[in-house]
Structure formats: C-alpha cells, structure tokens
C-alpha cells in the first residue's frame, strides 16, 4: 500500500495562494488516480479535485473550479494542489488520497484505499 504525507499547509489571507504537496512512498504512484479532499469543522470529507494516472484527466469541485489546479509528477512520486484567489469558505484539513481503481465523476471517501494525515489550511478573511 502507498504510504502519503501531505505539507504545504498555513495560515493566508483571503485572495491569498498556498501549494499543496502530497509525497507518496512504498510503491510508485504511476498507476494510481490520486485526488485531493478537505474536511472543514463539523463537516463531511469532501471531494476537492482528481486526477488520473498518467495525469491527462482531472476533475474539480464546482466551488473550486478556476481557481484550484491539481497536477502530478509521477518520477518524483509526488502529487501537488495549487490554490489561488482563496477565501475563508477554503479553511479545512486538506487529504491527500490515491486508488488503483476508476473513478467515478463525483468520487466519495470510499473510492480511495489510501490517505494521508492532513495539512490544515486556514484561510482570514
């Protein structure tokens, strides 16, 4: 199983821009969907963005679209989030998560066998 570990997390200003990164270790992430989630206080884990394996298909949440953009580097095993133009709706613990199965086009908790431990991101408004 991929081990991940998440960083990149912080305190910014709204309209602010932060990078998350997601390092994978264990096995090589060529093969897996990797996707991002965030879970605020009190609230389900929800789908942020995914994005296939060789890294041609990505998928975002409405909310995010435009302003979020998920990429990969699978020689480095490494998965990243570029958050622009962020606002205090933003603030949660942001997941990293991978699975060697086919996604669906609104994947849930379910869909990934492995996750990371969290970065928080916190956003003043």
């Known amino acids: 199983q991929v081990q991940l570990v998440e960083s990149g997390g912080g305190l910014v200003q709204a309209g602010g821009s932060l990078r998350l990164s997601c390092a994978a270790s264990?096995?090589?992430?060529?093969?897996?969907?990797m996707g991002w989630f965030r879970q605020a206080p009190g609230k389900e884990r929800e789908f942020v963005a995914t994005?296939?394996?060789?890294?041609?298909?990505?998928n975002y949440e409405d909310s995010v679209k435009g302003r979020f953009t998920i990429s990969r580097d699978n020689s480095k095993n490494m998965v990243y989030l570029q958050m622009n133009s962020l606002n205090a709706e933003d603030t949660a613990v942001y997941y990293c998560?991978?699975?060697?199965?086919?996604?669906?086009?609104?994947?849930?908790?379910?869909?990934?066998?492995?996750w990371g431990q969290g970065t928080q991101v916190t956003v003043s408004s």
């Open positions: 998560a991978a699975t060697q199965w086919a996604l669906p086009r609104t994947p849930g908790k379910r869909d990934f066998g492995s």
């Open positions: 264990g096995r090589t992430i060529s093969s897996y969907n």
């Open positions: 994005i296939s394996w060789p890294g041609s298909n990505t």
